[in-house]
Structure formats: C-alpha cells, structure tokens
C-alpha cells in the first residue's frame, strides 16, 4: 500500500462499530450453541452471515456455477469445522477468509476462468427468479428501478479494487471491517479511506451522468 | 498497477471536497440495490441451512496437505492434467486423484476400509478398498465433495473442497 492510504481517523470515526457487528455480538453464542445440536441457532448464522459470504464470492467475479460451488463449499466446510472453530465470536471473518481462498483457488485454475464483465451480466435469468421480475416487483415507479440500475451499472464498472470492496461492504446486515479485511486480506486501517474513497469515485460517476 | 492506481485515486482526485456528501447513504442505497440484483439465491440460503447435518463431532477431519491446483508447477502441454490431492488425519494419510475419468485413491497405511463420497447433506455412495487401501469411482464428483472414511472403529472426513 502507498501512502496514500494510510488510515485517517476523520474518514471514518467508527469503524468497528457498524450495524453488522451489533448484530453480530452474539455470533460465538450461536456458534457454541449450533455445536450443542441447536439446528435454529444454525439457521441463524446462516441467515446473518451467508449475505457476507454470498457477497465475498460475488465480489470475486466468478462464473454463477463456480459462485455457487464455493458458496456451498464454505458452508459445508464451516458445518465440518463447527466444533473446531477456535475463536466462534469470529465466525463470520472464518467464513470470509475461507470463501476468499476458494474464490482465488477458482482464479488460479485457468480452465474454470471466466470473467463476467459481460455488459449481458445484468439482464441474465437467474435460476432462482429474474431480476428483471424482482426489480419490477419491487420498485413500483419506473424511474427508480431505473435509478438503481443505473447506480449498479456505474458500480460494476468501478475499478476491480474499489468494485471489490464495495461489493464486500454492501453485504447485508452490513459487515464488521475486521471481516471485510478477512474476505480481501487488506488492513482493517485501511477500509475506512478506501471505503470513502471508492464511494467518492462513484459519487462522481453519477454525477458526471447526471442520476444523482 | 492499474489498480492501485485505481484506489489511490490520481490527478489530485484529492481535493476532492467531499464536503456534506453523505457516503453512508451512498453505501445504504448500493447495498439495497444488491439486494434487488444480486441477491443471496433462497436456494443457496437453503442448502447452507441443510449442511447443518455435515457436523459430525465424531469424525476426525482429514486436512488438505496438497492440492496440486495450488502446490504444483502446472504441466506444460498437458491439456487436462489430472488433480493430485493429499489428505491427512494423525497417521492417516489419503491420496487422491481427480481426472474427468472419475476417482481414484489409497489410504494409507493400506488397508480395508470403507468410503463414502459425499457431495453435501444428502445420502453418498460408496466404495470399498482393496488390500492395498486403493479404491475408484467411475465419475468423478461434481461440485463440492468430501471423502469419508471408515477403518475399524475409526472415522476420518477429508475437508470438503471443489472439484
């Protein structure tokens, strides 16, 4: 890293205390619960943490089918692991950190390369239900579906590091910097500039097309 | 580094005056959209809850040891090479090898034993090994897979990994 991005205190003030992590205070309970045979508390991990794990793989740019593959193969690996995993209150950085070797063993193995920068990308059919059908479903005005693709297809052509960090950080609940440094192997100092910083290009995107 | 170049942002993109611009806000409105275009699929969500059966207490995990998609020098010329890996539990040690012919492998030290191929929650097949610890499967697995095995009374599990 240049100097550049050295942390700066006035970026970001608060930058292990995002939603996230509040709800997530109670991840080791879950997790030890989970290990005493609690399927719900399980699920509950599931449901709090496969949005970050979703986003880490998606951040990664993989092909749907090698997306899908790691996704399982984290959850799987996470299940096998469960009695073993040594600090459970950092499950969801386990799970980050995991997806991030997965994603960049699927990278390193030229056959299964495929990049998505198809600009077809947006308006593919997924298996599980259109987007195209969910966006309308969702969005009753016209002008701001059109408004939220709009803000997707500036984001999709971000730069790799900025669209990969944003992809991370908009997970949802919202994850906590030491996991988004888990899922990009980059200092937890450093994601609060950068965060700014890629937001701020974005910002500019938008405005230079005239959508905000 | 294009990149780096990309995040440090160049031209004096740093006086920049972000002023009252409301990144927060920004981020809550991306992160929506994701929600609308590039949502977790509920299917996913599913088999993730499912896998809750995949934790088993009485089984030692195997860890990867090699995998010759990382460790090793690729082969020149060879169009489709097959996948070495090696496995390891304590005195176990499993070697694999992954072609798109199917499955093959040893358990050392050599011995009869059972093992099931798993490919997530559901019900797996299974092979036998022969006197030398060898075993095969005419297809290889697909998607995410994990060996377990079976010697005597004990119970090894390879670490799931991707074909």
Known sequence: MRAGVIPS????????TRGGTVERREVGALVRSAVGGDAAAWK???EGLGPLVWSV???HRLSDADAHEVYQTV???????????????????WLASTARHECLKVHRNARRLMLTDDPQLLDRVSEDGTPEQSLLEAEEAAAQSERVRRLWQEFEELGERCRQLLRVLI???????QEVS?????????????RQRCLRRLRARLEARGTT | MDD????????????????DFDTGLLEEELRQAAAVLDPLPPALLQIAVDAYALHDLDARVAELTFDSLVDAIPVRGAADPPRMLTFEAGEVTLDVELTSQG????VLPPGPARVEVLGGPQPAATLTTDDMGRFTADTPPSGPFALRLHTGADVVVTEWLRT
């Open chain 1, 9 to 16: 205190a006035a970026y970001d003030v608060v930058p292990y």
């Open chain 1, 44 to 46: 509950a991990i599931v």
């Open chain 1, 57 to 59: 793989v998606r951040a």
């Open chain 1, 75 to 93: 959850w799987f690996r996470f299940a096998q692991h469960l009695g073993r995993i040594r600090e459970p209150d950092k499950a969801g950085s």
């Open chain 1, 171 to 177: 997970a949802s609940p919202p994850p906590s910097y």
């Open chain 1, 182 to 194: 888990a899922a990009l192997d980059i200092a937890v100092g450093s994601i609060g500039p950068l």
């Open chain 2, 4 to 19: 780096m170049d990309d995040m440090n942002g160049r031209n004096g993109e740093e006086t920049y005056d972000e002023g």
């Open chain 2, 103 to 106: 499955l093959m492998g040893q």
